[in-house]
């Protein structure tokens, strides 16, 4: 299976319709002009002269941006400044000169087309002890580049503690507004001369203008996110709207299509008329292979599109994009197979790789249902999200990162094997992977489910102290912490219901067999849990004055720590905080290693009874390919061996350069701060690379979690952690619950 995911200049494979999504959204939202109707097709368009990108505006019909240019022979950064009309495809350069240290901080445009620069000059001064002196001014020049005014606003910065200007907006009446986003607004009138100040009580997250020309501002109040709009004549702050549509925070605001403003709420893009209070949804990025993290600028045009304008990271260049969005007819635009990937909240990742699977796939488009992005309650979402899944009506693809239990819905049928789809995948050959972390969604020898990267949860202590093997058992972690005196601690920042939930984690799968549904946690063994999580204290109480984690082990006070191993470099930061000889011993269990993987970004499955079951997993192998595999500043370990040895190859090269002498020096790769502990980093050596080797060769167990089954037992446990009841008794009482509850999903 060849896949190839590469741009398309113009796309004209559109969903159906925003219809579809319309129930994952607030109750309050409404569907309007007809959007049931009505597609918006994509058109693309690469920005010139965009490969360094800074500042950027829309004024009126035009496109307005800078990029600071590096000079590497003479040393010295200047700043073009380029002005694109919509509809046109070559940008006209503005000649402009700010002279040496200076930026443009900021950019608008007034209702007469002019452009307006907010810019900060560093001067030096060698007399000044304080090294010189940091000049704000207003430039206003035309389209043309032609000066019309300059002001030096340094001025209003003079009672102020922190001296600079954040944001800039110009009103209809042409009036600007200044900002340092967490004191005070400068309100100047066209000519720039000061009109009044407002203090702020809060941060400002963002502030544009709505459709009827008034600067509005968003903060986050006492109840969520709220704006308020400023009112010139009584040189105050105006009404203020408050339970507004949650926005993402990366796209300014902007005027509305017909009323109020414009929202990205990170799914769909959202008008909001503060007359009426009423949200509109007006579409779904996705929908419009629209990656909403990159959206830098949204724009209403009069010719009735939306412009868009896009920055995408992904390489090193950065990838600048406008993308015109035309309203269709549904009955217009050529329609693809939908396969729906469910998900509790989209990530980054996931995200971008279904807008690339959109765009260049000629049979299939995935839509996304969003759970959480419907639901006030978090619980009450995941409880949907699982009904779904045992119903027989959940989506095509599953998110698992949210801990769903791979044997639980194994016994139900409800996944489907993936070995058959791995064969066929002529990219795919799965002796290059780990085999661990393949073999972790296997059930009697069928795989049900994948990933991507992983970390390992594990506990780590002195291999001193607990010895050179993996793993261990109650029994043997609470005879090891019986040894020490009084007043020692086990690991920081335990409480009894986390180490309760932590050590669940690990041995649930002992407790209950969703093959026979049953249950065993009227034992010993559970017994044995209680007592352990019984030993913490019932809230973790955070004392600044108290020591730090890494002096608390350093002096025999903190015999373990509990964490996470995400890269090669803290791995080594966890072995200098002991400051000798440590083993990954893991959390207790009955069998096997304590340690645990924990899938990272992307861990899905696929229903069994997805009607497109090759166009599910044509997106779900994209994710074990090279190309994804060997992705540069990706977070956590790769499967793939190759992509993997490339990272543990890499952490081994050392940070040096030749000195004035010709002497090699060697530098600190990073450093670690952990309180008032600090490490260096310097490369990993061979001998580290298979330490870590070794401990991913250990661990065979992902984490598995079943929320309503962990309410049960933590409500049942509170009894016996506050000694109304003894361990017996609510072991009981937690078999007869739990026991209930699987026979009823069983």
């Known amino acids: ?23 994952c959204g607030k109750t309050e939202q409404t569907l309007g002009d007809e959007l049931s109707k009505y597609v918006y097709v994509p058109e693309y368009q690469d920005l010139p002269g965009a490969k360094s990108l800074q500042s950027i505006t829309i004024v009126k019909d035009k496109l307005i941006y800078t990029n600071n240019d590096w000079d590497e022979e003479t040393g010295i950064s200047s700043i073009t400044l380029n002005v694109l009309r919509f509809g046109e495809t070559v940008p006209s350069e503005i000649p402009i000169s700010l002279g040496e240290n200076s930026y443009i901080y900021n950019m ?8 307006l620069l907010l810019t900060n000059k560093y001067i030096v001064d060698e007399s000044n002890e304080m090294g010189g002196t940091s000049v704000f001014e207003l430039i206003k020049i035309d389209e043309k580049g032609n000066p019309i005014s300059n002001i030096d606003i340094t001025y209003l910065l003079d009672k102020e503690e922190n001296k600079y200007f954040q944001n800039m907006e110009i009103d209809g009446k042409g009036n600007i507004y200044l900002t340092n986003s967490d004191s005070s607004i400068w309100v100047l009138d066209p000519d720039g001369t000061l009109l009044f100040i407002l203090p702020l009580d809060n941060w400002i997250n963002s502030i544009g203008v709505n459709k009827d020309g008034l600067v509005v501002i968003s903060s986050y109040g006492n109840n969520g996110e709220e704006m308020k709009e400023i009112d010139v004549a009584t040189k105050s702050f105006g009404t203020t709207y408050k339970e507004l549509p949650s926005s993402n925070g990366n796209m300014p605001i902007v005027p509305g299509l017909n009323s109020g403003i414009l929202i990205n709420s990170g799914n769909t893009l959202i008008e909001y008329d503060f007359d009426t209070k009423e949200e509109t949804m007006i579409l779904d990025w996705i929908d419009c292979d629209i990656d909403s993290n990159n959206i830098r600028a949204v724009s209403a045009l009069e010719d009735g599109r939306i412009a ?16 015109y969005l035309t309203k269709k007819e549904s009955s217009q635009v050529k329609t693809n197979t939908i396969l729906t990937y469910g998900t509790m909240s989209l990530n980054y990742d996931v995200r971008s790789a279904i807008i690339k699977f959109n765009k260049t796939n000629e049979n ?13 309650d978090y619980e009450a979402a995941l409880t949907q999200f699982n009904s779904d899944i045992t119903a027989g009506n959940g989506p095509d693809i599953i998110d698992l990162t949210y801990g769903f239990s791979i044997k639980r819905y194994a016994s139900k049928g409800i996944f489907e094997d993936l070995y058959p789809y791995i064969e066929k995948d002529s990219e795919i050959n799965l002796d290059e992977y780990l085999k661990n972390m393949v073999k972790a969604y296997e059930v009697d020898g069928k795989l049900y489910g994948i990933m991507s990267n992983f970390y390992i949860n594990t506990l780590i202590g002195k291999t001193s102290e607990v010895g050179k093997e993996k793993g261990w058992n109650i029994d043997g972690l609470m005879a090891f912490y019986e040894k020490y005196p009084a007043g020692t601690s086990l690991m920081g920042g335990a409480t009894k219901s986390s180490i309760l939930s932590t050590v ?8 209950v067999d969703w093959n026979t549904g049953k249950c065993s946690f009227n034992s010993d063994s559970f017994q044995k849990v209680l007592e352990l999580a019984n030993k913490f204290d019932a809230d973790y109480n955070y004392n600044q004055d108290s020591p730090s984690e890494p002096s608390l082990i350093q002096s025999g006070k903190q015999l373990l720590m509990n964490t996470s191993i995400t890269d090669m470099q803290q791995f080594q930061m966890c072995k200098l905080m002991f400051g000798e000889e440590v083993t990954f011993i893991g959390f207790p269990t009955e069998t096997g290693n304590g340690s645990m993987i924990t899938p990272n970004n992307v861990s899905m499955s696929m229903n069994t009874n997805s009607k497109n079951k090759d166009g599910a997993w044509e997106f779900m192998g994209y994710f074990l390919s090279k190309e994804y595999q060997n992705r540069k500043n990706s977070w956590g370990f790769p499967v793939l061996k190759e992509a993997l040895d490339n990272m543990l190859k890499e952490s081994m090269e ?7 002498n010709g002497e090699l020096v060697i530098q600190p790769k990073t450093s670690w701060q952990y309180d008032d502990w600090k490490a260096d980093i310097y490369a990993a050596t061979e001998e580290e690379v298979a330490q870590l080797k070794d401990l991913f060769d250990s661990v065979d167990t992902i984490s598995s979690y079943d929320q309503e089954m962990y309410s049960i037992i933590s409500e049942e446990s509170e009894a016996f952690f506050s000694g109304s009841k003894n361990a017996k008794e609510v072991t009981e009482i937690i078999q007869s619950r739990v026991q209930i509850y699987v026979n009823e999903t069983k």
């Open 1 to 23: 299976m060849k896949r190839v995911f590469r741009k398309i200049v113009v796309i004209t494979i559109i969903a159906i319709t925003c219809m579809q999504l319309a129930a």
């Open 108 to 115: 608008g445009g007034d209702q007469d087309g002019n452009i």
């Open 308 to 323: 868009v304008i896009t920055v995408d990271y992904s390489n090193a260049e950065g990838e600048t994009e406008i993308i």
């Open 364 to 376: 299939y488009r995935i839509q996304v249902k969003e759970y959480a992005n419907g639901y006030d």
């Open 504 to 511: 669940l984690m690990y041995n649930m799968d002992k407790y």
């Open 654 to 660: 050392s940070n040096s350069y030749e000195d004035e």
